[in-house]
């Protein structure tokens, strides 16, 4: 007992004596740990929000139509949902155990648009819904302004995007289905008593409703079943399916909920893992900062320790000191990080607000689980950290307090150190090599992974080695011009070769991960844009960038368009494939076309010709399916299409699958699929093309414009027009993912600083005697920026050129799919390490601050 207090006082000694030193440590383990909690914290809330909105807004038990999915979504091929017919709410209505039931309808295929045609739907992605107003909405919905909507002539609407819109009672808006264009007024506005994520809702009388979304009257798309008293809902939907002879899907409120959050909980999965997964990097990043703390510190401290070790001290007690004194900074750092997760999470919400997803911080959610993660992770992995420095400080011996501070480095271990990273790199090295000459993207991609973990740790470890080098050479070009200051901050840089390799690389993985990035995103748009060029032969394409299919109002304006020499109808819908080999595919996707698409596809071909593939009864599949199946030219394939008839097609053409555009698709006219699709039950185009006559591009662009702007779901693009939506898309994509490394960087910047500043300490005398013999302020300040400027150059080197070697290695495995063009951002890259000489010389300006305003006198008398 008495050992351990020693242990004890002795590293809250030095803990609380070391406090400043230890800062930037607690900072680092702060942001880390800050980010771990405010990304649990943040979809904790999110998952609560919507437990909450699918728990009031779903009836006891839901009555929709066998072909309605199961989270309640009304979409369909033919922009109409599939409903149920009114004699259904009277067979519920009598069933027993049924206190009330009322038909509804609602769709969200529809968009809706206000007097001056501009959308109302919500920018966030969150959807559209337009139904009749009835008592289970009513629920979650007060009526705040005007009435409930009578006749066709009146609608109400929510009043966040009231709001969002500036509308007001009497404006006009418009819903625009498959069906065609219904105009009403606002009659009212209704607000909701539980957090609306985002959803733009507008409501109809029931026979409005019915008309504008399903066509008709006297159908519904969900029947709402509510429980008599002491009727449990699982029992209330035995008895609805069993009084309805299980001719439709029944769910109960649970089921329904549940549906709902599956597909919710999906997206916010794959969010806090990616965001778990940059913390992660900044918590290795952070490994870096506390190693140098500690180790520099335990340098520092050596005569300190040999004394203690003089005295009596075990080795065991000396490391358990310099544990403890981790554990303490770990335990700081992260209670703090907690704290200042709960302050992300709610800068998150506001940030989601501000794009139209409303949060409430009454919905706030702080799990027991997050601040245990949190402070667990925080501990553990700056102990770890530290175990290192804690041996290296136990291995001090006694014979050391006779010495100067900072023990000599070990040679051998020096020498070990260097044959591992060599060893690592190489087997990394030779990882990316067999990636990049696989033939199967699958295959690669695990040689990829294990080629990018095993050069990372390798470059890590022989950074000491590449230190001496790559400083030497980045001092030749930068630091000469300044003379005996540069030959001085290159010296401080090469003095310890372990301190400088460990500092770079936490500079290193950040920009490691922005150089691969920059390359694969580079060759993504760089390969897209020369697939346009080389296989798509039409001047337009019009699509929604929502997913909405395309009314044959709207195609009917295209067509309208007089400048077109052609246009092509492009849609999806779904079959049962019986193949050759005797095997049945269920609900395989076919494409069917105008055979003028044979014209705005280039495709490249195993076999047969792609225009023959829309001649009558015919079809084309692509090259793997083909020969998975046994199929060649003149094979006969069995369809059974959803919503439709069985056909038996031939096939007439196999493409290749080594294109981008449409790889995998399978072919035929939609006059074939008219022959077994009913009318009322044939697909909505999915894309329409235009080509222009001759000279005509420029007009006919304007005009098709002009004729879509009654639409505003469509978007009218040339080619031009698409790789620049390819590039944005791509760049917001990596501008995100650049923001979250960002964390990464900011902590290796934070151990730039730490590493300047404890080196000013621990050169204190040095710094007082070069002072004395003539070292200006300047001079002195200037030194210890150009050895920060060293320092971080030396860590964009390695980052840069190992993450272009990465980004090169995944491009050979994107060629595999298609993307065969290799380009470099140069751009890019010069930016990224120009702008870390600035990173260099903001992380010295407080160093060399505090190293210039040093007592002459006193530094020489530090010992």
């Given at each position: 007992?008495?050992?351990?207090?020693?242990?004890l006082?002795?590293?809250?000694?030095n803990f609380?004596a070391?406090?400043g030193r230890?800062?930037?440590?607690?900072v680092a383990v702060?942001?880390?740990?800050a980010?771990v909690?405010?990304?649990l914290?943040?979809?904790d809330?999110?998952?609560?929000?919507?437990d909450?909105?699918?728990?009031?807004?779903?009836a006891?038990v839901?009555?929709?139509?066998k072909?309605a999915s199961?989270?309640g979504?009304?979409?369909?091929d033919?922009?109409?949902?599939p409903v149920?017919?009114?004699?259904a709410?009277?067979?519920v209505r009598?069933?027993?155990?049924?206190k009330?039931a009322?038909?509804t309808?609602?769709s969200t295929t529809?968009?809706v648009v206000?007097a001056?045609?501009?959308?109302l739907?919500?920018?966030?992605?969150?959807?559209?819904?337009v139904?009749s107003?009835?008592r289970?909405?009513?629920?979650?919905?007060?009526i705040?302004?005007?009435t409930?909507?009578h006749?066709?002539?009146?609608?109400?609407?929510d009043?966040?995007?009231?709001?969002?819109?500036?509308?007001?009672l009497?404006?006009?808006i418009?819903?625009?289905s498959?069906?065609?264009t219904?105009t009403?007024?606002i009659?009212?506005?209704?607000?909701?008593t539980?957090t609306?994520p985002?959803a733009?809702i507008?409501?109809f009388?029931?026979?409005t409703?019915?008309?504008?979304?399903?066509?008709?009257?006297?159908v519904?798309?969900?029947?709402n079943?509510?429980?008599?008293?002491g009727?449990?809902?699982?029992?209330?939907?035995?008895?609805?399916i069993?009084?309805?002879?299980?001719?439709y899907?029944?769910?109960?409120a649970?089921?329904?909920?549940?549906a709902?959050q599956?597909d919710?909980?999906?997206?916010l999965n794959?969010m806090?893992?990616?965001m778990?997964?940059?913390?992660?990097?900044?918590?290795?990043?952070?490994?870096f900062l506390i190693?140098?703390?500690?180790s520099?510190?335990v340098?520092?401290?050596?005569?300190?320790?040999?004394?203690m070790?003089?005295i009596?001290?075990?080795?065991?007690q000396?490391?358990?000191s310099?544990?403890v004194?981790?554990?303490?900074?770990?335990?700081?750092g992260?209670?703090?990080?907690?704290?200042?997760?709960v302050g992300?999470?709610?800068?998150?919400m506001?940030?989601m607000?501000a794009?139209?997803?409303?949060?409430?911080?009454?919905?706030?959610?702080v799990?027991?689980?997050?601040?245990v993660?949190?402070?667990l992770?925080g501990?553990?992995?700056?102990?770890?950290?530290?175990?290192?420095?804690?041996?290296?400080?136990?291995?001090?011996?006694?014979?050391?307090?006779l010495?100067?501070?900072g023990a000599?480095?070990?040679?051998?271990?020096?020498?070990v150190?260097a044959l591992?990273?060599l060893?690592l790199?190489?087997?990394?090295g030779?990882?990316?090599?067999v990636?990049?000459?696989?033939?199967?993207?699958?295959?690669?991609?695990?040689?990829?992974?294990l080629?990018v973990?095993l050069?990372?740790i390798?470059?890590?470890?022989?950074g000491?080695?590449?230190?001496?080098?790559?400083?030497?050479i980045i001092?030749a070009?930068?630091l000469r011009i300044?003379?005996?200051v540069g030959?001085?901050?290159?010296?401080?840089?090469?003095r310890?070769?372990?301190?400088?390799?460990?500092?770079?690389?936490?500079?290193m993985?950040?920009?490691a991960?922005?150089a691969?990035?920059?390359v694969?995103g580079s060759s993504?748009?760089?390969s897209?844009?020369?697939?346009l060029d080389?296989?798509?032969g039409t001047?337009?394409i019009?699509?929604?960038?929502?997913?909405?299919?395309i009314?044959p109002?709207?195609?009917?304006a295209i067509?309208a368009?007089p400048?077109?020499e052609?246009?092509t109808?492009?849609?999806?819908?779904?079959?049962?494939y019986?193949?050759?080999?005797?095997?049945t595919l269920?609900?395989?996707?076919?494409v069917a076309?105008?055979?003028s698409?044979?014209k705005?596809?280039?495709?490249?071909?195993?076999?047969?010709?792609?225009?023959d593939?829309?001649?009558?009864?015919?079809?084309?599949v692509h090259?793997?399916f083909a020969?998975a199946h046994?199929i060649?030219?003149g094979s006969?394939i069995?369809l059974?299409?959803k919503?439709?008839?069985?056909?038996?097609?031939?096939v007439r053409a196999?493409?290749?699958?080594?294109?981008?555009?449409?790889?995998g698709?399978?072919y035929?006219s939609i006059?074939?699929l008219?022959?077994?699709?009913p009318a009322d039950r044939?697909?909505?185009?999915?894309?329409?093309?235009?080509t222009?006559?001759?000279?005509?591009?420029?007009?006919?662009?304007?005009?098709?414009?002009a004729a879509?702007?009654?639409y505003?779901q469509?978007?009218v693009?040339?080619?031009?027009d698409?790789?620049?939506e390819i590039k944005?898309?791509?760049?917001q994509l990596?501008?995100?993912i650049?923001?979250?490394?960002?964390?990464?960087?900011?902590?290796?910047v934070?151990?730039?600083?730490?590493t300047?500043a404890?080196?000013?300490?621990?050169?204190t005398?040095?710094?007082g005697l070069?002072?004395?013999?003539?070292l200006?302020?300047?001079?002195l300040r200037?030194?210890?920026?150009?050895?920060s400027v060293v320092?971080?150059?030396?860590?964009?080197?390695l980052g840069?050129?190992l993450?272009?070697g990465?980004?090169?290695?995944?491009?050979?495995l994107?060629?595999?799919?298609?993307?065969?063009?290799?380009?470099?951002?140069?751009?890019?890259?010069m930016?990224?390490?120009v702008g870390?000489a600035f990173?260099?010389?903001?992380?010295?300006?407080?160093?060399a601050f505090r190293?210039g305003?040093?007592?002459?006198?006193?530094?020489?008398a530090?010992?």
């Amino acid at each position: 007992m008495s050992a351990a207090n020693t242990v004890l006082k002795t590293s809250m000694r030095n803990f609380f004596a070391h406090k400043g030193r230890m800062a930037l440590s607690a900072v680092a383990v702060l942001l880390s740990v800050a980010f771990v909690c405010g990304t649990l914290v943040f979809t904790d809330t999110m998952n609560t929000t919507f437990d909450k909105l699918f728990a009031a807004t779903s009836a006891d038990v839901t009555v929709s139509a066998k072909g309605a999915s199961s989270t309640g979504e009304t979409t369909s091929d033919n922009g109409i949902p599939p409903v149920v017919p009114a004699s259904a709410v009277e067979r519920v209505r009598t069933t027993e155990g049924v206190k009330s039931a009322q038909g509804t309808v609602f769709s969200t295929t529809v968009t809706v648009v206000d007097a001056d045609k501009d959308s109302l739907s919500p920018s966030s992605g969150a959807p559209t819904i337009v139904g009749s107003w009835n008592r289970n909405d009513a629920r979650t919905m007060k009526i705040t302004s005007g009435t409930a909507p009578h006749g066709s002539d009146q609608v109400m609407i929510d009043a966040d995007t009231a709001d969002k819109h500036h509308l007001k009672l009497g404006d006009e808006i418009a819903v625009i289905s498959a069906l065609g264009t219904h105009t009403a007024h606002i009659s009212g506005i209704a607000t909701f008593t539980v957090t609306n994520p985002g959803a733009a809702i507008f409501y109809f009388d029931t026979p409005t409703a019915q008309q504008a979304l399903v066509g008709k009257t006297g159908v519904y798309t969900n029947i709402n079943v509510t429980a008599a008293a002491g009727v449990t809902d699982a029992r209330l939907k035995h008895d609805v399916i069993a009084g309805t002879g299980g001719q439709y899907k029944v769910q109960t409120a649970k089921e329904v909920a549940d549906a709902n959050q599956q597909d919710v909980k999906s997206l916010l999965n794959v969010m806090k893992y990616a965001m778990l997964g940059f913390a992660g990097i900044a918590f290795l990043v952070g490994i870096f900062l506390i190693i140098n703390t500690f180790s520099m510190l335990v340098a520092q401290r050596t005569r300190e320790i040999g004394l203690m070790r003089a005295i009596g001290s075990s080795r065991k007690q000396v490391n358990r000191s310099v544990l403890v004194e981790a554990l303490l900074l770990g335990f700081l750092g992260s209670a703090l990080g907690v704290g200042a997760g709960v302050g992300i999470a709610v800068g998150l919400m506001k940030l989601m607000g501000a794009v139209g997803m409303h949060l409430s911080t009454d919905d706030l959610t702080v799990a027991w689980t997050t601040p245990v993660a949190g402070v667990l992770l925080g501990v553990v992995v700056t102990v770890l950290a530290a175990y290192l420095p804690a041996r290296r400080a136990g291995k001090v011996s006694p014979m050391a307090a006779l010495r100067e501070s900072g023990a000599p480095a070990d040679a051998r271990a020096g020498r070990v150190r260097a044959l591992l990273g060599l060893l690592l790199t190489g087997a990394g090295g030779y990882s990316l090599y067999v990636a990049a000459a696989a033939d199967k993207a699958s295959e690669g991609s695990l040689w990829l992974g294990l080629g990018v973990v095993l050069s990372l740790i390798g470059f890590v470890v022989i950074g000491p080695l590449l230190a001496g080098g790559l400083v030497r050479i980045i001092s030749a070009v930068l630091l000469r011009i300044f003379g005996p200051v540069g030959r001085l901050a290159e010296r401080n840089a090469l003095r310890n070769p372990r301190r400088t390799g460990a500092t770079g690389a936490a500079l290193m993985i950040g920009l490691a991960l922005v150089a691969c990035l920059s390359v694969v995103g580079s060759s993504m748009v760089a390969s897209a844009s020369d697939e346009l060029d080389k296989s798509v032969g039409t001047d337009f394409i019009i699509q929604s960038d929502s997913g909405q299919k395309i009314t044959p109002q709207a195609v009917r304006a295209i067509k309208a368009v007089p400048g077109l020499e052609r246009t092509t109808e492009y849609r999806e819908t779904e079959a049962d494939y019986g193949t050759p080999d005797g095997k049945t595919l269920k609900d395989t996707t076919i494409v069917a076309a105008d055979p003028s698409y044979a014209k705005d596809l280039r495709t490249k071909m195993v076999a047969g010709d792609l225009a023959d593939a829309y001649l009558p009864g015919s079809m084309s599949v692509h090259e793997d399916f083909a020969k998975a199946h046994d199929i060649r030219l003149g094979s006969k394939i069995s369809l059974n299409f959803k919503d439709g008839g069985t056909a038996k097609l031939t096939v007439r053409a196999i493409t290749s699958d080594d294109v981008v555009i449409d790889k995998g698709a399978m072919y035929t006219s939609i006059a074939t699929l008219a022959k077994y699709v009913p009318a009322d039950r044939m697909p909505l185009d999915d894309l329409v093309f235009g080509t222009a006559k001759d000279g005509q591009q420029a007009a006919a662009y304007k005009d098709l414009k002009a004729a879509l702007h009654d639409y505003p779901q469509y978007q009218v693009r040339d080619q031009t027009d698409y790789k620049h939506e390819i590039k944005d898309q791509i760049g917001q994509l990596l501008n995100l993912i650049y923001g979250l490394l960002a964390l990464a960087i900011i902590v290796a910047v934070l151990g730039v600083v730490n590493t300047l500043a404890l080196s000013v300490v621990e050169r204190t005398h040095e710094i007082g005697l070069m002072r004395a013999i003539g070292l200006s302020r300047r001079q002195l300040r200037r030194m210890i920026r150009l050895e920060s400027v060293v320092i971080a150059l030396f860590g964009a080197l390695l980052g840069l050129g190992l993450g272009m070697g990465w980004g090169a290695t995944a491009q050979k495995l994107l060629a595999l799919e298609g993307l065969h063009v290799l380009e470099i951002p140069w751009g890019t890259i010069m930016a990224v390490f120009v702008g870390s000489a600035f990173v260099g010389l903001f992380a010295a300006l407080v160093p060399a601050f505090r190293a210039g305003r040093m007592n002459v006198l006193n530094a020489i008398a530090t010992e």
